[in-house]
C-alpha cells in the first residue's frame, strides 16, 4: 500500500534537512520502503483538508491506506515496529531503543529547541542576552551526560536504531548554533548518523525539492 508523508512546499531551511520530514524520510529509507511526498505550503497547512490530517496544522504526516499519523516521533515509531531495519530482535534491546527514542524527543530536544527560539525568535529580543547563555547551558546539562553514556561507542546501545536516528536528527538541529563542537564525541556520532546510505538518500530527496522552481 501507498505510503505518503507531506513536508513543506518550500523549507524555511533551504533543504538544510533540519524540517521534519528529514527524519520519516530517513526512517523510511532505513527500512528500504518507497514512500509518495505531499508538498504543503504554508497556507494550505492551516486549511481544513491538512488539518483533518493534523490539528496543529503542521508536517509531517504519514498516510498508508486507512491510517493517518502526525508526530514524527509516532510516525518513526510506527515504521520501526512494522518493518526491519530500525529496532533489534530482542524485545529487551527493542523497549531500550524506544527508550531513546523518548529521551531525544522529551530531554535532549527541548532546551535545543529553546535555543532555536532565543536565536531566530526572540533575537530582537531585549532579553535575548541575558538568556542566551542560560539556555546554552541548558543544553550543555543535556549533552554532557550524553557524551558520558555514549563513550566511544558507535551507537547509543549496540546497534543503529530508531533512538539513534531520532538522537541524531536532533543534535542536527543544535549544529548551526556550535555548541556541538564543544562535544567532539557527539559531532563524531552525528557525522556517522549523517554518513549512513539512508540518511544520504534521505538528506537528498529534501534538498531536491527546496533546490526546484516552486510550483506555479
Ligand atoms: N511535534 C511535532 C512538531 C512538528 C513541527 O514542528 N513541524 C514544523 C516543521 S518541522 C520544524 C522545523 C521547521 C523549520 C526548520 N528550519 O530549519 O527551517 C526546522 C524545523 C511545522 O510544520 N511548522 C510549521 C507550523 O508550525 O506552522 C513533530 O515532531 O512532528
Redesign the pocket.
Known sequence: MTITITA?ER????G?G????T?VRWALEEAGLPYEVRLVS?RA??EAAHLAL?P?????TYEEGDLAL??????VLHIAERHAGLFPADANARARAITWMFAA?NTVEPPILEL?TVKLVEGDKPWKAERLPLVEDRVRARLNPLAARLGDGDWLDGGFSAGDLLMVSVLL?LR?SGLLNEFPSLAAYVARGEARPAYQRAFAAQLAINAAPLPA
Open positions: 513543506f523549507s524555511p531551511d533551504g538544510k533540519l524540517a521534519r520530514d527524519r504554508f497547512m492551516k493534523h496543529f496544522g503542521q508536517i509531517p502526525f508526530e514524527t516521533g509516532s510516525i524527543l532555536v538541529r548551526p
